[in-house]
């Protein structure tokens, strides 16, 4: 096992949860952030319970809660789950903290975080809400974008199987290496290198299409499959 430490950035949310659930499950060592660290112990409660009755020994559970900055001064891998209205204010507050992280952004810029159709994207000055956040924090601190086409739901419910390919942009290589076997920690998930930071902007708008479809074939489950790739990938 891999003796990466974890920390979710809003883990006490719908995708930040899932994850946090997923991981703790495969062993890793995982640090749920809150705003608040008392909803931040209560998740972690919630995880160690879920995973206690599907048959986890509790001391193999690794997970704790703590206030967003404390999370992510204590972890090699810094997750952001949270609403792409709260990226600025939430950056700014944990850049201080980072210590040799990898930042990992999920944050899909959609317009019914501010009131609009779930449908569209939000227009983002810098193409996307990864490359905004790559303003945000020090230059030195590598970023990837990733998880923008996972379902939440899927993810918090361990009965469910998953099926879907994590495409990973950034610019940094190694940032992306040190990613891809916590990936590949949680079933049915298979990182693919998606290219530079910018590609984030089609990845995200990605996600606008599949709560589309998700409407129209009435599930929350959807993701995807990139077909064609040598087999090794
Ligand atoms: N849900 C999905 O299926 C899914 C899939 C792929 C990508 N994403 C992306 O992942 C990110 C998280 O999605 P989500 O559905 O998990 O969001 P969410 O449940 O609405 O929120 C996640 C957490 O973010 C914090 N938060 C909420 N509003 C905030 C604000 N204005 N400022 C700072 N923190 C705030 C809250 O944590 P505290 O109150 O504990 O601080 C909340 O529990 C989004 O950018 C979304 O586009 C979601």
Redesign the pocket.
Known sequence: MDEHKIAII?G??????GLALRWAHAGAQVVI????EK??QDSAERVKEKLCESGSPPERVLVSGLE?TQAAAMASIVVL???????V??LKSIRGSLKNAVVVD???P?AA?LGGKPTRLLGVWQGS?AEQARELIPTSTPLLAA???????ALQDLSAVLDCDILVCGDDQLAKETLFPLVKLIPGLRPLDAGPLEMARIVESM?ALLISLNRRYRT?HSGIRITGLRPES
């Open positions: 809003g006490t949310g719908d995708l930040g949860f952030g809150s705003r608040d909803k931040a967003n789950a949270i609403p792409f209205p709260g990226q204010t939430i999920t944050t899909v959609l975080t809400a998880f923008h086409n996972l379902s939440a739901e996600t929350h």
